[in-house]
């Protein structure tokens, strides 16, 4: 499956931005999606998943009541709201897609990936 990640940009600390990550396959519903981001200089790290039918949810505590993750299985389709954003949140942000069910939360467990899309939060 091939992902796509979008609506990445420059924002003032304390705003938002909408991040959505579009999927090339039907089986995009058996998935559990997640979204990573890598700053310069660190490596990747967890920030937001979702199972496949959006039952459960996983997060890192750093965007906790910030972030929010939803999916649209009918549009292939998700996405990662993030409310009250801090320079820290800068970053390139990735869609990843696990066949695994349960927990995933380490990058290894997830088999595709996208490109990636900047999110820059000036101070």
Do not use: H
């Not at 299985?73 to 897609?97: F, G, I, Q």
């Not at 695994?100 to 999110?119: E, F, I, K, N």
């Amino acid at each position: 499956v091939q992902l796509q990640a979008s609506g990445g940009g420059l924002v003032q600390a304390g705003g938002s931005l909408r991040l959505s990550c579009a999927a090339s396959e039907g089986t995009f519903s058996s998935y559990t999606m997640g979204w990573f981001r890598q700053a310069p200089g660190k490596e990747r790290e967890f920030v937001f998943a979702i199972s496949w039918n959006g039952g459960r949810i996983w997060y890192a505590d750093s965007v906790k009541g910030r972030f929010t993750i939803s999916r649209d299985n009918a549009k292939n389709a998700v996405y990662l709201e993030m409310n009250s954003l801090k320079p820290a949140d800068t970053a390139v942000y990735y869609c990843a897609a696990s066949t695994r069910v349960g927990p995933a939360t380490p990058a290894s467990l997830y088999d595709y990936w996208g490109m990636g899309t900047q999110v820059t939060v000036s101070s």
